[in-house]
């Protein structure tokens, strides 16, 4: 059976083809969608199935996206498990390399979901990156706030709330003074805050600050505008393709709509690609590296992995550790007791990230009873064990100041 290894560059791609015997004449083609096609062409007439190629920046994407609509066999590999030896690397030694690896079987190809998924996947990274750039264009008009000593931010519960951005809006009309600018707080606040939201209020605004405050203004309704339409995009995809899954991820305490639509960006939806739950919390990142010598171990501190579906599964654990009367705020505040806050909440993410794999795998709602009981009981026995032996050693005067 004859393969074919790929060397992926940005202008070039060297095409290597391999029967178990020798290898055939490599060829570069460019890579314009012409030059793909016609690499495919010349895959086919050599009757060429499978085609393994190394995951280059983001140049193997149109390659892969071509060749998988001409019926081909694909396979995408790390290029850290391939690395040729020292003082024999060229890019066609390298493209027969792979292919040598491919035929006998040697390499393990990265996950490369359907076309649904990656467009999906698509949105969700453009809708994380859109929210970081609303929230840096709303403290920049934070600063220019403070500049012109408009000080009403510190009294609202965010910096985009209604009152915030009404005051923006008037101040770039040109409307400065306090009784005009007070029109636009909230009446609860002015009740429980009256005096001071007038004299937070009474600023020097100068026309530099309202021409910045108008800029930054200007691009923050556009990125609000841009992250509904994406939102939107995303909702139309799961709601069409991925129902079930939505259904049974947002049965999960601490996932809403949202987060399961980034889980299922990221993940597929199906479980099928992880034999068990620790693939996937080690694919995450959420897992404690495994770095032993000599029965020692080095590091314990968890391992790189997908930093989109590690942000998603972090901001859940929050969520659900600050839930009332759910098992993850117990364990979230028993942990608290022996390690940071940061390292809970990375214990907690990873159990939830468990539980996602479970409810996915079995394709069952998430079911609370399932989880251990939390007995109150037993942790306020546990706290006056710890007061009673701190008062020993106040007694024997280890703890005097």
Known sequence: MKVSGLDVHKDSVFCSIYDGKQYGKTQEFNTFTEGIRQMGYHLKLNKVKKVAMESTGIYWIPV??????????????????????PGRKSDIKDAQWIARLLHNGLLKGSLVPGRFIRELRTYSRKQVKMQGKITGVLQEMERTLEMCNIRITSLVSSINSVSVIKVIEKIIAGEDTVEELATCIHSRILNSKGELVKLSLEGHIEEQHRFTLMLAYERYKLYTQQLEMLEKKMEEICEKHFTKQMELLTSIEGIKKLSAMQIIAETGGDMSAFEKSGKLTGW??????NDESAGKYKSTATT????????????????????????YKSKFEQLCMRKSRKKALIAIARKLLTVVWHVLREEEPFNPKMLPI?????????????????EKLEKLGFLSA
Not at 73 to 83: F, Q, R, W
Not at 284 to 289: A, I
Not at 305 to 314: D, F
């Open 64 to 85: 892969w996206n071509i060749l998988e609509d001409m019926g081909f066999e694909l396979m995408l590999v790390n290029p850290y498990l391939i690395k040729q030896m």
């Open 284 to 289: 995450t990142g959420l897992r404690p590296r």
């Open 304 to 327: 790189k992995g997908n930093k989109y579906l590690r942000r998603i599964m972090v901001q859940c654990a929050w969520a659900a550790s600050r839930t009332k009367g759910s098992f």
């Open 374 to 390: 939390y007995n109150p009981e037993k942790m306020i026995r546990k706290v006056k064990y710890h007061q009673r032996e701190l």
